[in-house]
């Protein structure tokens, strides 16, 4: 199994809606990533989790809140977001971090638009 | 400047034509990503370079360490090809993927 799973791949929610993302993988991989994209523009990184602990914030607002309950899974929770935190949110993940992060293998992303 | 360059920005080509896509970088590098990424799409890695040149079917993807460069090509283009190119470094200081602006690439049959 290569692949990493997201759901779901479609998301519509208002500014007081609570909401999760939530990505899966069964490689083995300890490094996880949450990418935000916006149209025709690459990535941006938001967070990375590391053997499960968050090891990079991008000051992401607290709006954005990240979870790894275990090494296969990672979520991300969503509350009172703003109409321009529509984008493509992308989940990545790499065997591990540094030199020995290896291949990427993404996603296919799960596409919020906030009302 | 960014510390990820990518060239051309797009590119349109005929079935069949030799493609090639540049990326520049300055910063030290532990691994050069070649990501594909098809509109409305996730994004496919191709490629993860340290050194040398790699084949993937109609791709290869080479990387010269000292000059700090790579190239993507892609050799009997074909329209399944379309998608935007990607090229991403990862910074061996911050261990950060630093992303390319990408190039657009339409193959016309």
């Known amino acids: 199994d290569t692949e990493v799973t997201q759901t779901p791949k479609h998301l519509v929610m208002g500014m007081t809606n609570k909401k999760s993302l939530k990505c899966e993988q069964h490689m083995g991989h300890r490094a996880m990533y949450w990418y935000k994209q916006k149209a025709k523009k690459p990535p941006e990184l938001m967070f990375v989790?590391?053997?499960?602990?968050?090891?990079i914030n991008e000051s992401v607002p607290s709006r954005f809140s990240p979870e790894c309950p275990n090494s296969s899974l990672l979520n991300l929770h969503l509350h009172a977001l703003q109409p321009e935190d529509s984008a493509l949110y992308l989940c990545?993940?790499?065997?591990?971090?540094?030199?020995?992060?290896?291949?990427?293998?993404f996603g296919e992303g799960s596409r919020l638009t906030v009302l | 400047k960014n510390e990820v360059e990518q060239s051309p920005q797009n590119l349109t080509a005929q079935e069949g034509e030799f493609i090639t896509i540049n990326c520049s970088y300055s910063v030290g590098i532990s691994a050069l990503h070649w990501l594909q990424q098809h509109p409305g799409g996730g994004i496919v890695s191709l490629f993860m370079l340290s050194s040398g040149k790699k084949k993937h079917g109609r791709l290869i993807a080479t990387i010269n360490i000292q000059e700090k460069h790579s190239s993507l090509h892609i050799t009997a283009s074909h329209p399944r090809d379309s998608a935007v190119y990607i090229c991403a470094a990862r910074s061996y200081n911050t261990d950060k993927l630093i992303f390319g602006t990408g190039t657009r690439l339409q193959v016309f049959p």
């Open positions: 990545a993940s790499t065997q591990s971090t540094g030199a020995l992060a290896g291949e990427l293998f």
């Open positions: 989790y590391s053997y499960e602990k968050l090891s």
